[in-house]
């Protein structure tokens, strides 16, 4: 706390000392006098800059050619008024910038032009008629909207400023950006006094406003948040999540608690990515108007920081890892990530790894940053940006967990260990995600919500988010008597996160992951162990996953696996009933329906699938008694909310301490054109458990060619300098480190 309280006043004092300079010249903000020259002198000899231009300008041209239309607002997200006033924020944004670039007037009589119709409306305009919102907007049903709406109109203000005559400034900032900017704030502190995306787009929305106007007071207010103002920490927002936990806001609170050292964002990259246009393009005002502040260097650089670890949050194919809540296929070709990927690269460290990236995006900002990123495209700098294996802490200080990410070859392994992650978090501690070149083999959900799609409960969340993506049992973890993990309760969830065991990417052939977690549920410690391996007996790297359980009591255990593609082959048999019934009544069973169960008598049970023409095998061990479950996505869900995909559930009952391993392989294909399907089955003929006690555990993979490994971890002791010598079934295993593999 005393570090932060020192950074806010030196913030301060900088901030006192620079408002009581000139005012600044237009523009400013993001584009800037110097920088559009610049642009200027390059226009015709920048490919990638000049097609980022020239399909701007065909966007807005046809714009204009339609004409201006400023309803009054009526709709949810998704609904005509919403979608055109959310169009017109961008128009008015790209037309400045087009306007200072060409120096075309007709750009700017364009901004001129809508914002007047806006001042018009807006000084007589009530709240939103649509009342479901903790915070109504006025141009939209929520204050977020209205943000993200003076966000990018505030950049347009600052490229035409020196067109309008004073009395038209004075006009739009009397009637409608100081009006605009006091309701998302003071009329609205649920809103805007808070630790969440919302605030930083409220924050960053009074900001640049305040910047382009030089008005100190919304500049104060969008950094520290309003003074004096005590707020109910009770309320919940839109999402269910408790408002301003800590008492905490503005936009340097916004940078201090949610971000950890390592740039990991606590709500998840889904919500990350929709917050680091407002954290960048803030920053990047802050730093043109006034660059003595330093923006970029708070926090020890996190801003840029977050940007790397964003991007490594992201699959084979730039998808984001659905953690929390995620829509699946958001990626680093939004707009968002323009803005990342071209301001990390021209305010931080220049990484040619970031301009084939830009190259992919295939699009630059029209900015001093943009045409950085398009020159060192034409200047032949970039470079493949490599994604390795990499362990992100969570928390202001690192220390509440983390996500661990495992890369070999064209698997990724995406463990997530991390808080609760606001609002937007799951219940589901010590769970993971599992990758092929892109594809999901053993997934997770992400969020139950259509975006922006009206007919689907307003393009909002949807009660399914809560009733089934936000319960443990949606999730590859193990769920305790079908309930979730902190009782499916946010206030008690926040208080608690697993801790990291150890993260050792150091060995290409072994890399490990591993957590434990001893407050989901009551006297009970699960403590799990992934790894990647790469041996030369299996034919590609296969995924090992340890998972002990250590109660006070008997209990039953669910441990669900869930898996896309088509069922092959098992080793069990199973019964499939005339009649589907639900596997439970709460906690996120009352959304599934029980589609087959068995049982085995094996050591072993399998379960191979093909998917995208690929097989995968799953091999686990198994105790006598315990059920075999197929389960489908998809029951009580009238409205068909949720996807009707498969998951595969060991159930072991009546049961204390105990312990899950699993191999996940993938192997051989399967081509259509050619009908021919190569290297179908596993190559695992007995996996094993040879040791399990308080200290070790030892794993014994034997292949179908009688090939047998042995993988031991140490349970109490990850150091890498410890030593340790073990005796099984009389052989003698010595070995430094954490584990053995051999």
């Given amino acids: 706390m005393n570090k932060y309280?020192?950074?806010?006043?030196?913030?301060?004092?900088?901030?006192?000392?620079?408002?009581?300079?000139?005012?600044?010249?237009?523009?400013?903000?993001?584009?800037?006098?110097?920088?559009?020259?610049?642009?200027?002198?390059?226009?015709?000899?920048?490919?990638?800059?000049?097609?980022?231009l020239e399909k701007l300008k065909q966007q807005v041209d046809a714009e204009i050619a339609l004409g201006?239309?400023?309803?009054?607002?009526?709709?949810?997200?998704?609904?005509?008024?919403?979608?055109?006033?959310?169009?017109?924020?961008?128009?008015?944004q790209q037309a400045g910038a087009l306007y200072q670039i060409l120096d075309d007037e007709k750009y700017a009589k364009y901004v001129k032009d809508m914002l007047l119709q806006y001042e018009e409306m807006y000084k007589t305009l009530p709240l939103h008629p649509k009342?479901?919102?903790?915070?109504?907007?006025?141009?939209?049903?929520?204050?977020?909207?209205?943000?993200?709406?003076?966000?990018?109109?505030?950049?347009?203000?600052?490229?035409?400023?020196?067109?309008?005559?004073?009395?038209?400034?004075?006009k739009l900032e009397n009637n409608l950006f100081r009006p605009f900017a006091d309701h998302i704030?003071?009329?609205?502190?649920?809103?805007?006094?808070?630790?969440?995306?919302?605030?930083?787009?409220?924050?960053?929305?009074?900001?640049?406003?305040?910047?382009?106007?030089n008005d100190k007071e919304l500049i104060d207010r969008a950094l520290y948040g309003i003074?004096?103002?005590?707020?109910?920490?009770?309320?919940?927002?839109?999402?269910?999540?408790?408002?301003?936990?800590?008492?905490?806001?503005?936009?340097?609170?916004?940078?201090?608690?949610?971000?950890?050292?390592?740039?990991?964002?606590?709500?998840?990259?889904?919500?990350?990515?929709?917050?680091?246009?407002?954290?960048?393009?803030?920053?990047?005002?802050?730093?043109?108007?006034?660059?003595?502040?330093?923006?970029?260097?708070?926090k020890d650089g996190v801003l840029l920081k977050s940007i790397n670890a964003l991007l490594n949050l992201s699959d084979a194919d730039g998808d984001f890892f659905p953690l929390n809540d995620g829509q699946k296929g958001m990626s680093y070709y939004t707009d968002a990530l323009v803005s990342a990927v071209d301001i990390s690269y021209y305010y931080g460290s220049q990484d040619p790894g970031l301009l084939s990236i830009a190259a992919k995006q295939n699009k630059v900002l029209l900015d001093d940053s943009?045409?950085?990123?398009?020159?060192?495209?034409?200047?032949?700098?970039?470079?493949?940006?490599?994604?390795?294996?990499?362990?992100?802490?969570?928390?202001?200080?690192?220390?509440?967990?983390?996500v661990g990410i495992l890369r070999s070859e064209n698997l990724e392994l995406v463990f997530k260990y991390a808080s609760q992650g606001s609002s937007h978090g799951h219940y589901d501690k010590l769970s993971y995600s599992f990758y092929n070149n892109g594809n999901e083999v053993l997934q997770d959900y992400g969020l139950a919500r259509f975006v922006n799609i009206e007919q689907k409960g307003g393009g909002n969340y949807l009660k399914e988010n809560?009733?089934?993506?936000?319960?443990?049992?949606?999730?590859?973890?193990?769920?305790?008597?079908?309930?979730?993990?902190?009782?499916?309760?946010?206030?008690?969830?926040?208080?608690?996160?697993?801790?990291?065991?150890?993260?050792?990417?150091?060995?290409?052939?072994?890399?490990?992951?591993?957590?434990?977690?001893?407050?989901?549920?009551?006297?009970?410690?699960?403590?799990?162990?992934?790894?990647?391996?790469?041996?030369?007996?299996?034919?590609?790297?296969?995924?090992?996953?340890?998972?002990?359980?250590?109660?006070?009591?008997?209990?039953?255990?669910?441990?669900?696996?869930?898996?896309?593609?088509?069922?092959?082959?098992?080793?069990?048999?199973?019964?499939v009933p005339n009649t589907l019934e639900t596997l439970g009544n709460d906690n996120g069973y009352q959304h599934l329906w029980s589609e087959g169960c068995g049982s085995t008598t094996e050591e072993n049970t399998k379960i191979s699938w093909l998917d995208k023409g690929k097989f995968y095998t799953l091999t686990s061990t198994i105790s006598k008694d315990d059920e075999l479950r197929f389960v489908r996505i998809g029951a009580n869900d009238p409205k068909f909310n949720l996807r009707r995909e498969a998951g595969f559930i060991i159930r072991r009952k009546d049961t204390q301490n105990t312990m899950f391993v699993s191999i996940t392989e993938s192997h051989g294909s399967y081509s259509p054109v050619t009908?021919?399907?190569?290297?179908?089955?596993?190559?695992?003929?007995?996996?094993?458990?040879?040791?399990?006690?308080?200290?070790?555990?030892?794993?014994s993979i034997t292949t179908v060619n009688d090939i047998t490994k042995v993988f031991i971890i140490a349970n109490n002791n990850a150091s890498k300098k410890a030593t340790h010598t073990l005796n099984i079934n009389d052989k003698n295993y010595e070995w430094s480190g954490s584990y053995y593999f051999k």
């Fill in 185 to 213: 704030s003071v009329d609205s502190p649920q809103f805007y006094q808070r630790v969440h995306n919302h605030s930083t787009w409220g924050n960053a929305a009074v900001g640049m406003i305040g910047l382009v106007m």
């Fill in 5 to 52: 309280i020192t950074s806010l006043q030196i913030f301060v004092c900088a901030i006192f000392i620079t408002l009581s300079a000139n005012a600044q010249e237009h523009p400013s903000l993001i584009l800037t006098k110097s920088g559009v020259e610049k642009i200027r002198a390059e226009l015709g000899n920048v490919p990638l800059f000049d097609a980022s």
């Fill in 227 to 298: 003074p004096g103002l005590e707020m109910d920490k009770s309320a919940k927002d839109d999402d269910g999540g408790f408002i301003n936990k800590e008492g905490k806001a503005g936009f340097l609170a916004n940078i201090e608690e949610p971000f950890s050292p390592d740039g990991y964002y606590n709500e998840g990259p889904y919500y990350q990515r929709y917050a680091m246009y407002p954290f960048l393009i803030f920053a990047e005002g802050l730093h043109n108007v006034k660059p003595e502040l330093k923006i970029f260097e708070y």
């Fill in 466 to 575: 809560k009733t089934w993506a936000k319960q443990t049992i949606a999730h590859n973890t193990l769920v305790q008597n079908e309930k979730s993990h902190y009782q499916g309760k946010y206030d008690i969830g926040s208080k608690y996160h697993p801790d990291l065991y150890l993260f050792d990417d150091s060995n290409a052939s072994v890399q490990i992951v591993s957590a434990k977690e001893t407050n989901a549920y009551p006297e009970t410690e699960m403590h799990r162990t992934m790894a990647i391996i790469k041996d030369d007996s299996f034919e590609n790297p296969f995924m090992l996953d340890i998972l002990k359980v250590d109660a006070d009591s008997t209990n039953q255990y669910d441990l669900p696996f869930y898996f896309l593609g088509q069922v092959i082959k098992t080793n069990f048999e199973y019964e």
């Fill in 675 to 699: 009908e021919s399907a190569i290297n179908s089955n596993s190559n695992i003929k007995e996996l094993k458990v040879i040791l399990d006690n308080v200290d070790y555990t030892a794993i």
């Fill in 370 to 402: 943009g045409l950085a990123v398009a020159l060192g495209v034409k200047n032949g700098k970039a470079t493949p940006f490599n994604k390795k294996s990499i362990n992100l802490s969570d928390g202001p200080e690192g220390k509440q967990g983390g």
């Fill in 131 to 170: 009342t479901r919102s903790y915070a109504r907007g006025k141009l939209f049903w929520q204050c977020l909207n209205d943000s993200n709406w003076l966000v990018y109109v505030s950049q347009a203000y600052d490229c035409i400023y020196n067109y309008l005559s004073k009395a038209e400034r004075k």
């Fill in 68 to 92: 201006i239309d400023t309803p009054i607002p009526k709709d949810y997200s998704g609904g005509y008024t919403h979608v055109r006033h959310k169009r017109n924020m961008y128009v008015m």
